[in-house]
């Protein structure tokens, strides 16, 4: 493709994402920011059960396969042990803010020296599309038929404002990939976000927000639509 630059982080391998999944976006965006960094020979990263699962065959580094929701404790042991290298966590939001919540807030609590890339796209994706902690309330799902309900299901967690309460969480920050303007923002953060980590700041995150057309049940554009309509703004 004409004017499209090839990074060294990723290999050819073709990706197993469903049509219009923004998980291949965020691969770039991460491979990218490693590759500016210099760190490609130093990266380290962590991926549990989810859509990211075969995510070692797309990235050219060190990958570490934890169990559900666990990566956060993996990375803490990988940064501990090697304090040199760049490690970050590749977590969806069933996992990040499921399973793994424990995890996930008390590594930004003790403010372990990791970065946490969460793609939030409101939705179990792999697993069969059961309601997640991020599902907006109205949205159906497997598991809410009729839409999520406020009044039995409470409201979705909005895991950035929850853990930049914490002092151990140097930087945190939300991005969305549903143009290119905002994927351009996106990079940025991602980048920021691994620079304060190799300078030994402590905790950080890149929240995603990201689409999942099949799960959803829309077309790849009109997931577009949506996310940029019903996701931002909450």
């Known amino acids: 493709m004409a004017g499209f630059k090839k990074t060294s982080m990723l290999t050819d391998a073709p990706m197993h994402y469903c049509p219009g999944c923004t998980h291949g976006i965020a691969h770039r965006l991460v491979a990218e920011a490693i590759e500016e960094l210099g760190m490609q020979d130093k990266a380290v990263g962590v991926v549990p059960v989810g859509c990211a699962v075969f995510a070692y065959n797309y990235f050219n580094c060190d990958i570490y396969q934890a169990a559900h929701?666990?990566?956060p404790a993996v990375a803490t042991g990988a940064k501990r042990v090697h304090p040199e290298n760049l490690v970050f966590t590749y977590q969806g939001d069933g996992d990040l803010a499921s399973i793994g919540t424990a995890e996930i807030v008390h590594a930004a609590a003790r403010g372990e020296?990791?970065?946490a890339i969460f793609i939030n796209n409101a939705i179990y994706g792999m697993t069969g599309g059961q309601m997640?902690?991020?599902t907006l309330?109205?949205?159906v799902t497997t598991t809410s038929p009729y839409g999520r309900n406020r009044d039995t299901?409470?409201?979705?967690?909005?895991?950035s404002e929850m853990?930049?309460?914490l002092e151990g969480a140097y930087?945190?920050?939300r991005v969305s990939l549903h143009d290119t303007a905002n994927v351009l923002k996106a990079k940025k953060a991602v980048k920021k976000a691994f620079q304060y980590q190799m300078e030994g700041k402590g905790f950080t995150m890149v929240e995603l927000l990201s689409t999942c057309p099949s799960n959803w049940g829309m077309s790849p554009l009109d997931s577009v639509s949506w996310l940029k309509e019903n996701m931002i703004s909450y």
Do not use: F
């Open 69 to 71: 929701g666990r990566a």
């Open 113 to 115: 020296n990791i970065t």
């Open 132 to 134: 997640a902690p991020t």
């Open 137 to 139: 309330v109205g949205q």
């Open 153 to 159: 299901q409470g409201a979705p967690v909005r895991m």
């Open 163 to 165: 853990l930049a309460q």
């Open 171 to 173: 930087y945190i920050e």
